[in-house]
């Protein structure tokens, strides 16, 4: 490990290396939260609604961190969230990822927005987790599923909170557009971070050649820099509960569907055949001062009663953090922010010391709770907040 790597302490330590490395337009896009950032940050604040309870003198000298989903059992009970266009934050980002996530044992998502084909990320030292944007039609909708099954992948995830793009004034005011638009003051952008320049943009380009967006569709996409195209954000309006039935009968393996905040919304969707959800607010950056996955958490949990299992993702940056979820009942948690930042400032081995980091503080507080097995985490370890134990007994 370099000495740059051995200086991160902790998840957010990256995100600060990696302002210092991606330029302005990619570390907007990134970054990015919706509008005033009020669901990022509620996201963030409802970790501190719940306290630990721990027990002492337990014999915490063996502690288990498996975790079974969907038929699988990985090594610890977290996940790399889809997150597109990483192959811009880090040379071929996209593989990084994925064998990051494969030699350390969790699954990686990858996104409907990356740049790297799907054929070339699944696979044994890939992953057979795919996401998707559905395409606006029946018969586009079939094309994609037929070529992800092709592919290899064992787990589709529809995300289900995009019928429009969110507000771009935060992706403008940073010169962020999907494609990027050449223009000075872009190439600007690019030279004063010499390092992401030549170690991946323009070691990008001559290895491998202009990046695509190459997943969205059945067919590859339009270029990530281009002066007049537009990416295609149409048809999805109209999407509804018959599109993902119609996934559901044209679809082989499991079906997860992220996005779930509503119980009424989890009910449906496991009556339509998903067999997980993941509750999510889309990392805070689709419609603002919306409710924190943590906060509904409970609530779809018993709105689908056990019958499938339940994800979560949402400015989850500490092993405490991911501890609560679980204690509260979720079956996993998936990570993205801080698994970009990760692989672009350090690579494979910058999103294996994030991995490493979040796994040490897992195992160290499951210690320091008096629990040696994720089964044992209960709502029996976790307190209310004062604050919000106060505002319950509120008349």
Same mark, same amino acid.
């Given at each position: 490990?370099?000495?740059?790597?051995?200086?991160?302490?902790?998840?957010?330590?990256?995100e600060h290396a990696a302002r210092?490395?991606?330029?302005?337009?990619?570390?907007? $896009?990134?970054?990015?939260?919706?509008?005033?950032?009020?669901? !990022?940050?509620a996201s963030r604040d409802a970790?501190?609604?719940?306290?630990?309870?721990?027990?002492?003198?337990?014999?915490?000298?063996?502690?288990?961190?498996?975790?079974?989903l969907l038929g699988r059992r $990985?090594?610890?009970?977290?996940?790399?969230?889809?997150?597109?266009?990483?192959?811009?934050?880090?040379?071929? =980002?996209?593989?990084?990822?994925?064998?990051?996530?494969? &030699? !350390? %044992?969790?699954?990686?998502?990858? +996104?409907?927005?990356?740049? &790297?084909?799907?054929?070339? @990320?699944? =696979?044994?030292?890939? &992953?057979? #987790?795919?996401?998707?944007?559905?395409?606006?039609? *029946?018969?586009?909708?079939?094309?994609?599923?037929?070529?992800? /099954?092709?592919?290899?992948?064992?787990?589709?995830?529809?995300?289900?909170?995009?019928?429009?793009?969110?507000?771009?004034?935060?992706?403008?005011?940073?010169?962020?557009?999907?494609?990027?638009?050449? +223009?000075?003051?872009?190439?600007?952008?690019?030279?004063?971070?010499?390092?992401?320049?030549?170690? /991946?943009?323009?070691? &990008?380009?001559?290895?491998?050649?202009?990046?695509?967006?190459?997943?969205?569709?059945?067919?590859?996409?339009?270029?990530?820099?281009?002066?007049?195209?537009?990416?295609?954000?149409?048809?999805?309006?109209?999407?509804? #509960?018959? /599109?993902?039935?119609?996934?559901?009968?044209? #679809?082989?393996?499991?079906?997860?569907?992220?996005?779930?905040?509503? *119980?009424?919304?989890?009910?449906?969707?496991?009556?339509?055949?998903?067999?997980?959800?993941?509750?999510?607010?889309?990392?805070?950056?689709?419609?603002?001062? /919306?409710?924190?996955?943590?906060?509904? @958490?409970?609530?779809?949990?018993?709105?689908?009663?056990?019958?499938?299992?339940?994800?979560?993702?949402? %400015?989850?940056?500490?092993?405490?953090?991911?501890?609560?979820?679980?204690?509260?009942?979720?079956?996993?948690?998936? @990570?993205?922010? *801080?698994?970009? $930042?990760? !692989?672009?400032? =350090?690579?494979?081995?910058?999103?294996?010391?994030?991995?490493?980091? @979040?796994?040490?503080?897992?195992?160290?507080?499951?210690?320091?709770?008096?629990?040696?097995?994720?089964?044992?985490?209960?709502?029996?370890?976790?307190?209310?907040?004062?604050?919000?134990?106060?505002?319950?007994?509120? *008349?």
């Amino acid at each position: 490990m370099t000495r740059r790597l051995e200086r991160i302490l902790n998840l957010d330590d990256f995100e600060h290396a990696a302002r210092r490395h991606l330029p302005r337009p990619l570390l907007g $896009y990134v970054a990015s939260v919706a509008e005033d950032g009020h669901t !990022a940050q509620a996201s963030r604040d409802a970790f501190e609604d719940h306290q630990f309870l721990p027990r002492a003198l337990v014999n915490v000298s063996s502690i288990e961190l498996e975790r079974e989903l969907l038929g699988r059992r $990985y090594a610890l009970p977290f996940g790399i969230a889809p997150m597109g266009i990483s192959a811009l934050s880090a040379f071929r =980002g996209d593989r990084v990822l994925a064998q990051a996530a494969a &030699t !350390a %044992g969790i699954p990686m998502i990858v +996104s409907g927005s990356s740049l &790297t084909p799907m054929e070339d @990320l699944a =696979g044994a030292q890939g &992953t057979d #987790w795919f996401q998707a944007y559905l395409p606006g039609t *029946p018969e586009q909708v079939e094309a994609l599923l037929a070529r992800v /099954t092709r592919a290899g992948f064992r787990n589709l995830v529809i995300t289900v909170d995009f019928a429009v793009p969110p507000n771009p004034e935060t992706h403008r005011r940073h010169g962020f557009s999907s494609p990027l638009r050449p +223009s000075l003051r872009l190439a600007w952008d690019g030279l004063v971070r010499p390092r992401w320049l030549f170690g /991946t943009f323009l070691r &990008t380009i001559i290895q491998d050649g202009m990046p695509h967006f190459e997943n969205n569709a059945a067919t590859r996409g339009v270029a990530v820099l281009s002066r007049n195209v537009n990416r295609d954000f149409s048809g999805r309006r109209h999407l509804d #509960w018959s /599109t993902l039935a119609h996934v559901r009968r044209h #679809w082989p393996g499991n079906l997860v569907v992220k996005g779930i905040l509503h *119980p009424d919304d989890a009910r449906r969707a496991v009556a339509t055949g998903a067999d997980g959800l993941i509750v999510s607010n889309h990392g805070g950056r689709q419609l603002d001062s /919306t409710v924190a996955p943590l906060r509904m @958490l409970p609530e779809v949990l018993d709105a689908v009663e056990g019958n499938v299992p339940v994800m979560i993702d949402g %400015g989850f940056r500490r092993g405490s953090h991911v501890l609560k979820a679980l204690a509260l009942g979720a079956d996993f948690v998936f @990570l993205g922010r *801080p698994f970009n $930042y990760a !692989a672009s400032v =350090g690579g494979q081995a910058g999103v294996a010391r994030a991995v490493q980091l @979040l796994a040490e503080e897992i195992e160290r507080n499951m210690a320091l709770l008096g629990v040696t097995r994720l089964a044992e985490l209960g709502r029996e370890q976790l307190r209310p907040a004062r604050s919000v134990a106060a505002e319950n007994q509120a *008349p």
